[in-house]
């Protein structure tokens, strides 16, 4: 079946503009999770849903950075008054859900803020 | 506060060869998850193979197997018969449980010669 899907794959945006990044999960996944990946280092946790309420935001660097889940399916993150320490690979994963669960990753949103 | 260190940032390897990743971690769980993901230069995360730390066999994917060595808090990757298409980077990473959030290792360099 179709994997986890972000759109756009590239976003390029001025410092101080907000930008929206899109997941689209794996049907039937109910937790949903989105990292950061700085150039040379690994992926770092900003938040993660169950259903459509977030379960874990302690990721989120600071009150710029917000995610949305409405419909318990599609998440959207949101970055307002956008700073080039942005500028990252944002990666969105989704799972069954369970404890025992794994996480399935997409192709990430390249972010580039100039 | 789990971590999770790698402390090669690259290695290569010839064709057909063997070769073993190392990884070691810190966490204060008794219940515990390792990963090993492997991300080409699409970006998008690769689950390679898993460990529940309850389990003393180690776990083995067709040409990837572990050592989990849990007194030690040592979790290395071993790949067999390295292929071209083995090339990536290869990320370690830690969680409570398998859907919750995922504490990545910086990450490791494979090259694999012809």
């Known amino acids: 079946g179709a994997g986890v899907s972000q759109t756009p794959s590239n976003k390029v945006t001025e410092k101080g503009k907000y930008v929206e990044l899109r997941c689209d999960p794996i049907?039937?996944?109910?937790?949903l999770y989105w990292y950061r990946q700085s150039l040379g280092q690994g992926p770092e946790f900003l938040i993660y849903?169950?259903?459509?309420?977030?379960?874990?935001d302690s990721g989120l660097p600071n009150d710029r950075f917000f995610a949305v889940r409405p419909e318990g399916s599609v998440s959207t993150l949101k970055i307002q008054r956008t700073e080039r320490g942005d500028s990252a690979v944002y990666l969105c994963?989704?799972?069954?859900?369970?404890?025992?669960?794994?996480?399935?990753f997409g192709p990430g949103t390249r972010l580039t803020v100039l | 506060a789990q971590t999770v260190t790698q402390s090669q940032p690259e290695m290569s390897v010839q064709e057909a060869e063997t070769v073993t990743l190392s990884c070691t971690y810190d966490?204060?769980?008794?219940?515990?998850?390792l990963f090993w993901y492997k991300q080409p230069p699409s970006r998008q995360m690769i689950l390679v193979i898993r460990?529940?730390?309850?389990?003393?066999q180690n776990a083995t994917e067709n040409r990837f197997s572990v050592n989990f060595q849990k007194a030690a808090k040592s979790f290395s990757l071993k790949i067999s018969d390295s292929q071209l298409g083995d090339a990536a980077m290869y990320f370690c990473?830690?969680?409570?449980?398998?859907?919750?959030?995922?504490?990545f290792g910086k990450g490791m360099k494979l090259t694999v010669n012809p």
């Open positions: 849903f169950q259903g459509t309420g977030a379960a874990d």
């Open positions: 460990q529940e730390a309850y389990k003393q």
């Open positions: 966490t204060s769980e008794s219940d515990y998850y």
């Open positions: 990473a830690c969680s409570q449980g398998g859907s919750e959030k995922l504490v």
């Open positions: 049907s039937g996944h109910t937790a």
């Open positions: 994963a989704s799972s069954l859900g369970f404890v025992t669960d794994t996480q399935y």
